[in-house]
């Protein structure tokens, strides 16, 4: 029966839920906002099924996974299409290989906002449905029954790309024991997840900042944690509500500083056993932030794509998609740190949640752990120290 001791220990992937024939395992969220599974051992029938489809328990976070692996290449890629280029968070990659999954009768699997603009992961068959799978989403997503789905599917014999963080990808490879000739799996080079529960009470918090329309509290319209309206680099978070709009840059925003500065990341980022692709995911996307020192005069500024091309598979649905990407191949790239150094514990992450369960809103106990804290620069000091020391071992592995 799974049973969550360390919190470090769990990513929420929920696989042991989804296994669960009896569905005795409920997911409920602790003090900071996170989603954690919980089992009821008066209706466990002992199958261990559950523990079986962990990631945490599998090869893949028990060491066996050879983290020396790199990529069989690496491409500079962007969408065609400006007007999908500028929707995307980058490059529009995604969008691309998952119009080829769906004109081959297949389904897509991605993060979605839902009615109440929590994030979930959800399934489209068609290519008009896919605007609300692009795009990063900052908060962690509930996969809710997807991986049922998605193997349903591939037991059927239909294509299915599914796209997640790196431990939903490891999950999912774990809950489904074997690969599929049709199965695509896609993640991203991931900063950490933010607490769904904090996510919520910031939504709420900008609502109330729009007062009352008639007596009742405005609607949100839309929500982009990546809007590109002055730029790539210079992103936003804009939510679109009834009665106005935020729209704040990331050095701005409350919500982007908590994030970039990981005062509410789920505790098991910072010990993340997925790193060095150790997903096994076909394709690996991330912003090209160093794009015009690889490729010169390139950079536009409207988004570009590194990919990753990790498997033969992920090669193959590369090739069929070229016909709706610009893709320049790169060598000699400098890999970053983040691709194999989980997420660094930030002090602050105590000032922080102090306050918001005091009932602070979350943009007061962001100012309150971020401009007067005595580790920022500690932090940001240990951070560059930690990188160096990663860059010589690096260097001296390799010899």
């Known amino acids: ?23 005795c395992i409920a997911v409920k969220r602790d003090e900071e906002g996170f989603p954690y599974p919980e089992a009821d051992a008066g209706g466990c029938i002992g199958c261990g ?16 996974w050879d983290r020396s692996r790199r990529p069989l290449q690496l491409w500079a890629v962007w969408n065609k299409d400006e007007e999908l280029r500028k929707e995307s968070s980058s490059g529009g990659v995604f969008s691309a290989l998952a119009e080829k999954v769906l004109a081959k009768g297949g389904q897509v699997f991605g993060a979605a906002f839902n009615e109440d603009w929590q994030v979930c992961h959800r399934a489209v068959d068609n290519a ?11 908060v962690q997503s509930d996969t809710g029954h997807t991986f049922s789905e998605a193997k349903a599917l591939l037991e059927e014999g239909r294509p299915v790309l599914y796209s997640g963080t790196p431990c939903q990808i490891a999950g999912l490879r774990s809950f489904l024991h074997q690969d599929y000739p049709h199965l695509y799996l896609v993640d991203f080079v991931c900063h950490g997840v933010p607490s769904p529960g904090v996510w919520d009470s910031y939504r709420e918090e900008v609502r109330g900042s729009f007062g009352r329309v008639g007596g009742a509290m405005v609607e949100v319209h839309s929500v982009s944690f990546r809007d590109k309206g002055k730029g790539w680099r210079n992103y936003s978070l804009r939510i679109g509500t009834s009665a106005g709009t935020l729209a704040e840059t990331r050095k701005e925003n409350a919500w982007l500083q908590g994030f970039l500065n990981d005062l509410f990341l789920r505790p098991s980022c910072t010990v993340c056993p997925f790193k060095a692709f150790a997903s096994r995911s076909d394709l690996t996307l991330s912003d090209f932030w160093t794009l015009g020192k690889y490729l010169k005069g390139r950079d536009d500024d409207k988004g570009a794509s590194l990919l990753y091309v990790n498997t033969e598979k992920g090669r193959k649905i590369l090739e069929e998609s070229a016909d709706l990407l610009d893709r320049t191949e790169v060598e000699k790239y400098k890999y970053p740190l983040v691709l194999f150094s989980p997420a660094s514990y930030n002090p602050a992450q105590k000032i922080f949640y102090s306050h918001w369960h005091s ?4 943009s007061d106990s962001v100012k309150a752990a971020l401009p007067r804290n005595p580790y920022r620069k500690k932090w940001r000091r240990f951070k560059q120290r930690l990188r160096q020391a990663f860059m010589r071992r690096e260097k001296y592995r390799k010899g």
Do not use: F, H, N, T
């Open 49 to 64: 099924l559950c523990e079986k489809v962990c990631p945490y328990l599998s090869s893949v976070s028990s060491g066996e």
């Open 128 to 138: 008009r449905d896919l605007a609300a799978l692009r795009s990063s989403k900052y």
């Open 359 to 362: 009932g602070v809103s979350v």
């Open 1 to 23: 029966m799974i049973d969550v001791q360390d919190p470090r220990r769990c990513c929420a992937c929920l696989a042991c839920v989804q296994v669960c024939p009896v569905s």
